[in-house]
């Protein structure tokens, strides 16, 4: 089962480049198949945040097929 302990290990290579540029990611929640995500420092209007969240999506969908959704907060 997926926890969230187990996306945020998949995670963790990107943590370090985010802070390098003063973003953030935090799980907030992770009830399969549905995972919350918060990012901090990223410009909600801006196209960067999207590639961000489609990258970070992708990542997750392929380490953990059990998840089948990611909500951005």
């Known amino acids: 089962m997926i926890t969230q302990e187990t996306i945020e290990t998949h995670l963790k290579t990107l ?15 992770c009830e399969p198949p549905h995972v919350v995500i918060k990012l901090s420092g990223f410009c909600h209007d801006c196209g960067c945040s999207s590639s961000y969240e489609e990258g970070i999506k992708e990542l997750i969908f392929n380490q953990c097929p059990e998840i089948e959704s990611v909500e951005f907060v």
């Not at 943590?15 to 929640?29: Q, R």
Request: aromatic share 0%.
């Open 15 to 29: 943590k370090p480049l985010l802070e390098k540029g003063g973003k953030n990611i935090e799980i907030m929640s």
